[in-house]
């Protein structure tokens, strides 16, 4: 997508390359056609999100995963690195050193790809033609915040339920069962990851949150704000912790993690620090107090 040609064509699919990132995860192949820092193809997040400070101090950010495996990370880097981005890059580095590419080309994948892999347009749709000034129920919240890219779009579709839980999936003919695999106990839907789930309800408990039995995530804004929790920019910090919950879920389903409540409360104060970045500077002292919060609740 880089280069001399112009149009508004190409300047349409410029504009449209951060949400096709953000709605799909790779599965790497040769890693040719996969972008090092943009991407999600390790984990759940992109690189960019995941190392900011490295990222700050890098001068080639449009590499691709096969050209970083390849020539390192270190030649595309200015030559002092501040000492975050040193700790940020001795973890790339030990990622990097167990990193297997293969002859077969990258596989996008996404909760918006049908079967055959192709985007299914309405729901995409749906979500370029909403005016940036809706009032639409979850909207603001999902968009008018702080958070990554690929968090936003996560929120658009958890606030219309259209995440790839079971029941979702049972609905469409995919599972027989919607059973939730994390707990046993009732149908994975939206809410119940969010919500019902044992696992989310002692989350939400340990922050201080009271949720209520007929909380609904389409109504996720209007959750009350514990009065230790400052009241700006707390719909980022709503995200945050919707973000976590998916995270888990998935780490315990597709790669058998078993975090306990302690580690997942340790990776949102974690995300906490790495999103302080994404707030305004005179308000990132906000994300200290979440950190602070998410440490007390361990």
Known sequence: MEGDITGPHWEALRDLLPLYQAITTVQLGDGAA???WYDVWLGDDCFADRFPALLSHCTRQNQSVR????????????????????????TVQDLLSSLQLTATPDRRHSHLMDGEGKLQTSALYALLQ?????QTEGH????????????KFFAWLLTRKKIQCRSNLQKRGVLDDATCEV??????NANHIIFSCSFASEFWSAIGFVVPADADVSHLDKLDRPAHIP????????????WQLWKRRNGVIFRQEEATKQETLRLAREDAR?????????????????????????
Do not use: Y
Request: net charge positive; hydrophobic share 40%; glycine share 6%.
């Open 183 to 188: 707990c046993g106990n009732g149908d994975e």
């Open 231 to 242: 009241s700006k920019h707390f719909s980022t910090l709503l995200l945050l912790c919707c």
């Open 34 to 36: 996969t972008s090092f």
């Open 274 to 298: 790495l999103w302080q970045g994404r707030l305004p500077r005179k308000d990132a002292c906000v994300a200290d107090s979440w950190g602070a919060i998410f440490s007390l609740a361990m």
């Open 130 to 134: 909403s005016p940036p000034n809706s």
């Open 140 to 151: 603001q919240l999902a968009w008018k915040n702080h958070a990554p890219p690929r968090v």
């Open 67 to 90: 050209t970083i495996a390849m020539q390192g990370i270190v030649s595309t880097l200015q030559p002092r690195l501040t000492p975050q981005a040193q700790t940020e890059l001795a």
